[in-house]
């Protein structure tokens, strides 16, 4: 026996993308479709004719009858296959779909049931395919939390579009950097984005706070503000970066770094002098230290 016989025999027996269907599947879905025409027209000859509610009943309980047979027939969902599910819960998502075993398969919609996954917190978008003759298959692709937003004295969790995800504890999340103010949501992901290009100074920055709607002010560990300017935010943070590498500018008794002109660097200090003994002359003011 040659090998090209042996090789076209292992061809024919593997099975092909269709080899679930069989000739009664055939019968099953020409019943079931017959069904569906069946309730739609039916319930549209009902209403044109304005028969009475029990005879429009009776045609959408004849093709329901109809379809619980073709799912009894094999055409039943038996198996729920979801991925990309990290925080949405597998209870709701099985809710949306609106299905449990049994389900006939030509009466489930995945349009349906991909609007309802996609009002689900966590749920970015969804996919949903019905897999004969009997499987539904979900793929998710969730929503990634990006910040923790203050904002009239609440909090919630925002992702990278800057919308709110909500239902969740932001309790749970404190670990994210977190923006304030009104407008700071939506500003979000470019600030931090932005951010990022100084790993060492983003990492002590606990809140960046939105001002007037036009610029930011950073806070980091040990209370420092940071003012940024209105433009060119990435050359004032890379000034910084470069001006803590080399002389541990914030390891200082440091209050303010003020960054907004751009051809200066202005620090508010803390008095670190002892105060002056009763009676004697009050000493002026110490003016910010500037550096260019």
Not at 110 to 133: D, I, N, Y
Not at 189 to 198: D, F, K, M, S, V
């Amino acid at each position: 026996m040659s090998r090209l016989s042996a090789a076209r025999r292992a061809v024919r027996r593997r099975p092909g993308r269709f080899a679930w269907f069989k000739p009664r599947h055939a019968i099953i879905a020409g019943i079931g479709l017959f069904a569906c025409v069946t309730i739609g027209g039916g319930a549209v000859w009902a209403l044109r004719a304005d028969l009475p509610e029990r005879a429009m009943i009776a045609v959408e309980d004849f093709g329901a009858g109809i379809l619980k047979s073709t799912a009894r027939a094999g055409l039943g969902v038996r198996e729920i296959v979801v991925t990309g599910r990290e925080h949405t819960r597998r209870a709701d998502v099985i809710a949306a779909l609106d299905v449990r075993e049994g389900t006939p398969m030509l009466r489930f919609s995945s349009a349906k049931a991909r609007s309802e996954l996609e009002r689900l917190p966590w749920v970015g978008q969804a996919e949903v395919e019905r897999r004969f003759p009997n499987a539904i298959v979900v793929r998710l692709t969730e929503r990634v939390p990006l910040a923790l937003w203050q904002v009239q004295g609440r909090f919630a969790v925002i992702d990278g579009d800057g919308r709110e995800i909500k239902g969740i504890d932001p309790g749970a999340f404190a670990h994210l950097p977190m923006v304030v103010g009104d407008d700071a949501a939506k500003h979000a992901a470019g600030l931090l984005a932005l951010l990022a290009t100084e790993p060492d100074l983003m990492n002590r920055v606990t809140a960046a706070v939105r001002v007037s709607g036009r610029r930011w002010d950073l806070v980091l560990d040990r209370e420092i503000r940071i003012l940024l300017p209105e433009q060119d935010i990435g050359a004032a943070w890379v000034k910084l970066g470069e001006a803590e590498r080399q002389d541990r500018l914030l390891s200082r008794a440091v209050t303010h770094v003020d960054l907004r002109a751009p051809d200066r660097m202005t620090l508010r200090t803390i008095a670190t002098a002892e105060p002056p003994p009763p009676g004697a002359a009050t000493a002026r003011t110490r003016p910010p230290v500037r550096t260019n």
